[in-house]
């Protein structure tokens, strides 16, 4: 209560004094008031500018130093919005903002991460689809996909190779396909495998598989058309 009578016998003064002054005096006051409000008005707005540059500025200096694997989501989104953030600020507050060059090597180091992460992850949805045993049926496609993963892999960089999460499962996949190729060479151990190696080279595209004869170890020996000699030892042709 003593405050607000204490304002209104303020603002009583000051209404006897505006009383008293002449028409000159009060144009004089009101010019005055409008300068400060003025000068007040611009104070205000560079102020509200600092903190724009300043708040941009904190969010670039809490950006990770280093993307990995484990921290690209996160390093990621924290990156996009400072840029987007930075954009946003008028020419003289981004003029405000004392590490922009930090912001700009974070920007790169994303840019550069993720063509390594999208290498990556094309070979690495290539060998998820490998097949984890090879079969006569499937041979000749399974071959195809493992060597294609294979080489894709092999291109990439080492920092890709890296990325790649699944190598063991196409190092499984290079195994059983070897395993399958090396069991066509094998000797025969009963009649049944010998049905099945020669079912399998009636199925790989080979003229004249229908006329092809084995030796006692399972070998492919040739055709009708053109017979072949070949030794009881199976890795010796005459």
Not at 181 to 191: C, I, M, R
């Amino acid at each position: 209560e003593l405050l607000s009578d204490e304002s209104a016998d303020f603002e009583r003064v000051i209404g006897d004094l505006q009383q008293q002054l002449t028409e000159a005096q009060k144009a004089l006051c009101a010019e005055g008031a409008a300068a400060k409000l003025a000068a007040c008005a611009e104070k205000l707005a560079a102020y509200e500018a600092s903190l724009g540059a300043a708040t941009v500025e904190s969010e670039i200096e809490a950006l990770p130093a280093e993307i990995t694997a484990e921290n690209y989501a996160a390093a990621k989104t924290a990156i996009e919005t400072a840029k987007a953030n930075y954009d946003a600020l008028t020419e003289e507050q981004k003029g405000q903002v004392s590490n922009k060059a930090n912001l700009d090597a974070a920007v790169g180091a994303l840019n550069a991460f993720k063509q390594l992460k999208d290498a990556a992850d094309a070979v690495s949805e290539a060998i998820a689809g490998l097949p984890e045993k090879v079969y006569r049926d499937t041979y000749a496609d399974a071959k195809t996909a493992i060597e294609a993963s294979k080489a894709a892999y092999d291109a990439l960089s080492a920092e890709a190779k890296a990325l790649v999460g699944n190598k063991a499962k196409l190092d499984s996949a290079l195994a059983a396909l070897k395993a399958y190729e090396d069991s066509l060479s094998e000797p025969v151990a009963d009649e049944k495998n010998l049905a099945q190696k020669k079912e399998h080279w009636s199925h790989t595209g080979n003229a004249g598989a229908s006329n092809v004869t084995f030796d006692l170890y399972g070998m492919k020996m040739g055709t009708a058309e053109n017979t072949t000699a070949m030794l009881l030892d199976k890795n010796i042709v005459a």
